[in-house]
């Protein structure tokens, strides 16, 4: 049966998709890991609806295996970790908006460091104006507010899976900050913080747990950010928002209903205090708010807990073997 598996992801990634290669990553290794029981182990799936924070972490601890779905018009990637027999999937969402409802307005980082006060809808599958491509690949995206993006994600699921996932992880931070500060004109206020606390996490996590109703969920915390960055947002803000997953999840470790909690604000923090102070700005990409690859392989390494999966030590390293006439693109650094 497993040996059935792994031929049929084999051939339905040969068949449907492209993969996504970074310039500046070093040459695949070439050696084949293999864990002792993998030819025992289910193959299992995980769903994140997250961010380019979720993206990065899979991207820089998977270098030369994440691909994307032609088929598939919403900004994602995907990886298959075949010495875990685990698939892991991740499809950005834009947050839930200004007023929490999961629509528009939300961020644009098109815009940079202005603010704009409009609620004007755009034509579903449109790029807010002046947003840059990613990548070429973007170019094929929709861009569509949280909700749309929620009830496509079964979709990406069986594309990816071929199945509804074992575990779906959530997560909201970067996105809402960024919007509440560009449409309002200033940074979060504590009654935004509080409305988002009582209101748009549950209402956000409601529509996953409602279409999701066979998968575990849990929430991921939004991990810290350097000191220096600190113009769209402030510590005390994440911290705030941590406060208060850490209030609905005393107790009982659910942030909602069935919903538990991976804290990649509690990792970071860890990190931070246990890492040299001329050494922190290693613990973040350049631009001070996605975490780098350690910190990253932890978070991963809490969703393979979950899973009852051996934990990564070091970046994966795997060989694939491209197909002829398969497209290839440069995942370029992004915002969000």
């Not at 049966?1 to 996504?20: D, P």
């Not at 690949?137 to 079964?154: C, D, G, H, R």
């Not at 390293?317 to 398969?326: A, D, I, K, L, Q």
Request: proline share 6%; net charge neutral.
């Amino acid at each position: 049966m497993v040996a059935f598996l792994n031929y049929g992801l084999t051939w339905f990634l040969v068949s449907r998709i492209h993969f996504a290669l970074s310039l500046s990553q070093t040459p695949v290794p070439e050696f084949v890991t293999k864990s002792i029981d993998s030819e025992k182990r289910q193959f299992q799936s995980v769903l994140i609806i997250g961010s380019s924070v979720d993206r990065y972490a899979v991207g820089m601890n998977y270098p030369h295996q994440t691909f994307t779905f032609k088929s598939f018009k919403l900004q994602h990637n995907v990886v298959f970790d075949d010495k875990r027999n685990t698939g892991v999937a991740v499809l950005q969402h834009p947050g839930v908006g200004l007023n929490g409802n999961l629509e528009e307005p939300f961020w644009n980082p098109g815009i940079g460091h202005t603010t704009v006060k409009t609620n004007a809808k755009r034509p579903a599958g449109t790029k807010p104006p002046g947003t840059a491509w990613e990548s070429p690949q973007e170019a094929s995206w929709q861009y569509q507010p949280t909700y749309k993006v929620i009830q496509a994600a079964p979709e990406l699921a069986r594309t990816a899976f071929g199945q509804a996932p074992d575990l779906v992880v959530v997560e909201s931070s970067l996105w809402d900050l960024a919007t509440w500060w560009q449409q309002l004109g200033h940074r979060a206020t504590p009654k935004r913080l509080q409305h988002w606390c009582n209101h748009d996490l549950p209402y956000l996590l409601k529509n996953v747990t409602d279409i999701f109703k066979q998968s575990r969920v849990v929430f991921r915390t939004a991990p810290t950010v350097a000191l220096w960055n600190n113009e769209r947002w402030t510590q005390a803000d994440f911290d705030a928002l941590h406060d208060c997953v850490k209030r609905r999840s005393a107790g009982t470790g659910k942030v909602f209903e069935n919903v538990g909690v991976i804290d990649y604000h509690q990792i970071m923090d860890t990190l931070i205090s246990s890492t040299a102070k001329d050494s922190l700005d290693g613990l973040w990409k350049p631009d001070g708010y996605h975490p780098s690859a350690v910190p990253g392989r932890l978070y991963l390494n809490e969703i393979f807990k979950l899973l009852g999966v051996q934990p990564l030590t070091a970046p994966e390293y795997g060989r694939r073997v491209f197909g002829e006439n398969e497209d290839f693109y440069v995942e370029a650094d992004d915002v969000f």
